[in-house]
């Protein structure tokens, strides 16, 4: 059974609640920050920072609004970081989690590069790749991740995939019957369905998501067009060296006339 | 029987260091970038140290020939000069005759100077994928100071380096190794005291083993 998380941005009241249960159950240190002007702590996610509440100023026909979006892994089903992974480190789980088995990983950074949402963070203290793992081992054991358990407004739902697609889709139509006219669910068909999905209220670029959030073309070529390409051309010349060498057998060399 | 002197020492210096660090780069390149390989990383304790050796060996397979180029410039000039000059229809006829040579060794070749057309056809190759294996692996390594759309990039462009370098790698040893027959002995050149036999350098390089007598 897949599950997910959907993040109602309209219920979202900007605790962080979230970021503290977050920090608490995966025992996660504070970090040193700097006033920057803005709610918004820490600047970015980091290794020691796995979820966050992004903070947006816009404007909505004149009238300032201030947009609120819970940030973390989107747990993709077509995850960049697992393709690029070179052992198999990074995992779609059954669950629907996507994670970093830290004892696999050795700090080789392809999936940082590589994440279509720059989620994957390097901790060089222990050389490896750290981000959210929708709380695999709460999960696994029948409970909702952290950030859920937490979340006092049920801005942030787990629950089975499929049943959060439809309550999104509800809430978007109800939200609209309301007024809000941009209201729209992201993550049900990107990259073959996100295991984060939002009920957005403006359009994703408002709150700093990419609308067709994609595999890096740079990443195809390397693991889907390369790979095959360079067994084909090093399998194709052992072949043919072989080949020669078979051709050639018994082969004696001219003795030079005069030589001695 | 006559040996004439063909690679100087600083030459076989750094055709040693570049033959360990290869091969040390191939096998941990291999062990650690394809997944049903991982298990090959074992020989150097498992896949971080083995991604040490890949950055060590890494530095080593640029830094050497660097240095080397810059206190032996005037050797590696006259190494570029010779690389870069095609010997006219001599050198295309050759290299047109080439593969089928491959596969009947008997066959009569157009004479050749001190690199046949085909040596330096591959030395093209060799050298480009080698300067673009280790600027994409640079990159790859500091890859934090970079920005990622670049970075992005490094990895297909040093994997496809190590195509090119893999097939021209394996023809290389094929002929240097003297697997082929008419190479035999061929060795000695680079792993020996650096010399070829006057028979050998006559069938190979007669043009070249003329100026030499």
């Known amino acids: 059974m897949?599950?997910?998380?959907?993040?109602?941005?309209?219920?979202?009241?900007?605790?962080?609640?979230?970021?503290?249960?977050?920090?608490?159950?995966?025992?996660?240190?504070?970090?040193?920050?700097?006033?920057r002007g803005s709610y918004e702590n820490p600047a970015s996610l980091s290794s020691k920072t796995w979820t966050k509440v992004?903070?947006?100023?816009?404007?909505?026909?004149?009238?300032?609004?201030?947009?609120?979006?819970?940030?973390?892994?989107?747990?993709?089903?077509?995850?960049?970081?697992?393709?690029?992974?070179?052992?198999?480190?990074?995992?779609?789980?059954?669950?629907?989690?996507?994670?970093?088995?830290?004892?696999?990983?050795?700090?080789?950074?392809?999936?940082?590069e590589n994440c279509p949402f720059e989620v994957p963070q390097y901790d060089e203290t222990t050389n490896t790749a750290k981000k959210c793992r929708l709380c695999y081992d709460r999960i696994s054991n029948g409970l909702g991740p952290a950030c859920a358990k937490t979340c006092p407004t049920g801005a942030v739902q787990f629950g089975e995939r499929d049943q959060l697609v439809s309550s999104g889709k509800e809430r978007v139509s109800s939200l609209t019957e309301k007024g809000l006219t941009n209201a729209n669910l992201y993550g049900d068909t990107q990259l073959d369905g996100l295991g984060v999905m939002y009920v957005l209220t403006q359009k994703p670029a408002s709150y700093g998501l990419p609308e067709d959030p994609k595999v890096p073309p740079s990443a195809v070529l390397w693991q889907d067009i390369l790979k095959p390409v360079g067994a084909i051309a090093g399998g194709a010349t052992l072949v043919a060296l072989i080949a020669s060498f078979v051709a050639n057998l018994g082969y004696k060399p001219d003795t030079p006339k005069g030589g001695k | 029987?006559?040996?004439?002197?063909?690679?100087?020492?600083?030459?076989?210096?750094?055709?040693?260091?570049?033959?360990?660090?290869?091969?040390?780069?191939?096998?941990?390149?291999?062990?650690?970038?394809?997944?049903?390989?991982?298990?090959?990383?074992?020989?150097?304790?498992?896949?971080?140290?083995?991604?040490?050796?890949?950055?060590?060996?890494?530095?080593?397979?640029?830094?050497?020939?660097?240095?080397?180029?810059?206190?032996?410039?005037?050797?590696?000039?006259?190494?570029?000069?010779?690389?870069?000059?095609?010997?006219?229809?001599?050198?295309?006829?050759?290299?047109?005759?080439?593969?089928?040579?491959?596969?009947?060794?008997?066959?009569?070749?157009?004479p050749q100077g001190k690199l046949k057309s085909g040596q330096k056809f591959a030395d093209w190759f060799i050298l480009g994928s080698s300067l673009l294996i280790s600027l994409s692996g640079i990159i790859i390594y500091f890859d934090l100071a970079f920005p990622r759309s670049l970075v992005q990039w490094m990895y297909p462009l040093h994997d496809s380096s190590m195509i090119v370098l893999g097939v021209f790698l394996l023809i290389h040893i094929y002929l240097g190794a003297g697997i082929f027959q008419p190479y035999r002995g061929m060795w000695r050149a680079m792993f020996g005291d650096g010399t070829v036999s006057e028979e050998q350098a006559k069938y190979h390089w007669p043009k070249w083993a003329k100026e030499e007598k």
């Open chain 1, 2 to 35: 897949a599950n997910a998380v959907l993040i109602d941005t309209s219920k979202c009241t900007a605790c962080r609640g979230c970021q503290v249960a977050c920090k608490q159950w995966n025992q996660l240190p504070a970090e040193k920050t700097t006033n």
């Open chain 1, 54 to 112: 992004t903070f947006k100023e816009t404007s909505n026909d004149g009238n300032p609004e201030w947009l609120f979006a819970k940030t973390q892994c989107m747990h993709c089903t077509d995850a960049t970081c697992v393709r690029v992974c070179p052992t198999g480190a990074a995992q779609k789980t059954e669950l629907g989690a996507v994670i970093i088995d830290q004892k696999e990983c050795t700090g080789c950074r392809f999936c940082v």
């Open chain 2, 1 to 110: 029987m006559k040996q004439i002197a063909r690679q100087s020492g600083a030459a076989r210096f750094v055709h040693w260091i570049h033959t360990i660090s290869c091969l040390l780069l191939f096998y941990t390149g291999f062990a650690l970038y394809i997944p049903a390989l991982n298990g090959l990383a074992a020989v150097f304790g498992g896949l971080q140290n083995s991604r040490l050796v890949h950055h060590y060996s890494g530095f080593v397979f640029l830094g050497v020939p660097i240095l080397m180029i810059l206190g032996t410039w005037n050797g590696f000039v006259a190494f570029m000069k010779e690389v870069f000059t095609w010997e006219g229809d001599d050198d295309t006829e050759w290299f047109k005759k080439f593969p089928a040579y491959l596969f009947n060794a008997k066959a009569k070749l157009p």
